[in-house]
Nanobody, 122 residues
């Protein structure tokens, strides 16, 4: 099994930036993802990364968030720019077995989760 630890959350004013990181104990042959959950809302996908680094973003993230995989550090990062109030949520790193994320988008598709890191935009 893979273990995931997120870091980099915090508080920022609207229009600002934050960078999240997810460190994984295993990295190869996993589809990695960033999800978020705001109070009273369901957890939703933000970005997904195939094992080769190819990224897929939610519509809400396109043009503002950029993710990358660092295979040398077994980590996935999410650079979030132009943050909005509605980006406030707890952000989670997730993983599932398999090199490609393909059609997997739902939180229930991902068996491995970090504990999350809070992002607050005011």
């Amino acid at each position: 099994h893979v273990q995931l630890v997120e870091s980099g959350g915090g508080s920022v004013q609207a229009g600002g930036s934050l960078r999240l990181s997810c460190a994984a104990t295993r990295f190869s042959n996993y589809c990695m993802g960033w999800f978020r959950q705001a109070p009273g809302k369901e957890r939703e996908m933000v970005a997904l990364f195939d094992s080769d680094g190819r990224a897929t973003y939610a519509e809400s993230a396109k043009g503002r968030f950029t993710g990358s995989k660092d295979n040398s550090r077994n980590s996935v990062t999410l650079q979030m720019d132009s943050l909005k109030l509605e980006d406030t949520a707890k952000y989670y790193c997730a993983a599932r077995d398999g090199r490609y994320c393909r059609q997997w988008r739902l939180p229930s598709d991902f068996p491995y989760w970090g504990r999350g890191t809070q992002v607050t935009v005011s």
